[in-house]
């Protein structure tokens, strides 16, 4: 028979003390009376909260509610913002798109560089200026964490990239430069599995613990969140999906080819092609921002012929995503990406349809809707949680108190 053991002084505090950061963390700014009401701790316990937090440089008077009575339980109490940094990365084959934050999540820092004729050496250098350069505008001493969003398989192991066929060297440089350059850690993550992380703490998917979603854009990915967890697979390349075998592609992929799979049917060029084959114009470039704006145009006017390539279109993905739904019964579906995002409830609700006929499984689909470039949003989401996470822990505490 075992005894139930009460926590500590020492860890009762760090509990109450992380508590009040995380409270912190997703409502902003409180005062000692609404930490109160929201923890259900006393009054000297949250005046004992709010002195060590103080002391540890994590939180400080940011302001006054707006009472009538002023006083101690007026004053607003908020995370010390400077207190860290972080930076998140967006790269891609064409470009490369950086945030800087601070601890709050505003951001104090940006940039976008272009890449062209495949990039190389001088890209890698072009990237450390810039951030080098913004870092300095922002007054930053240093970057705490950093996650570069890259395609390619993200090695879970040993945060190595590993680059499949068609992905440029230099992203492999680049993260080895990171890594030799910033004060701070460097994480690796693919990149849709970031949008992933992205719709699930801020998009479609935050009351879902469970989903697969689809990117569809100039490369064909997925991220699979089961239970609430990222699975990224034994070598990062769980959701590669663009060599899934699939009918209507005239042939199969092999290990350094992803033509004869799911890609060669689903990716930007290959949604442009279809649309040419119903009379659409889409420009024969067959880039991610093409296959948006045909796929756009044709939910606009969900008629005849636009009608008959959202049809085919999603044929072409309930097919694909029927073996994925077999497999991992994941109870939704969300369509990201540009040509995901730009299909919305037109293409989703097609998909849907016609997953009920392949699949006895319940299947939900819904569009994504994280704006602007949902791999650097879900690249500074975590960064931010690992540098709370750390800061927030016991040991982090400990050290101000």
Known sequence: MTTARTASPRTARAINDRIALELLVEEGPLTAARLRELTGLSRPSVADVLDRLG?????????????????????LYGLVARRAHVAALDVRTDGVAFTLADLVGTTVGDGVLPVSDGGGPRVVSDVLAALEAARREAGIDAVHTA???????????????????????????????LREGLEGRVLL???????????????????????VLLWLGHGIGAAVVLDGVLRRGASGGAGELGFLPVPGT???????????????????AAV??????????????????AAEAVVRQACAADTGERAAFLDELAERVAVAMAGVVSVLDPGCLVLGGEVGRAGGPALADRVARRLRELSPLDTEVRAATVGGSPVLNGALLTALSRTRQELFGSDGLNRGA
């Open 147 to 177: 996650v570069m969003g890259a395609p390619g398989l993200a090695d879970p192991a040993t945060g190595a990239l590993r680059t499949v066929a068609g992905l440029p060297g230099w992203h492999a440089e680049l993260l080895t430069a």
């Open 250 to 268: 005239g042939g199969l992929p092999s290990a350094t080819d992803c033509d004869g799979g799911f890609h060669a049917l689903a990716a930007s």
């Open 55 to 75: 002391r540890g440089g994590l939180v400080t008077v940011v302001g006054e509610a707006g009472e009538d009575r002023r006083g101690p339980n007026a004053r």
């Open 189 to 211: 993550e693919n990149e849709v599995n970031l949008a992933g992380i992205a719709e699930h703490r801020a998009g479609v998917v935050r009351d879902r613990d469970t989903f």
């Open 272 to 289: 442009c092609a279809l649309a040419r084959s119903h009379g659409l114009r889409a420009a024969r470039a067959g880039d991610a921002a």
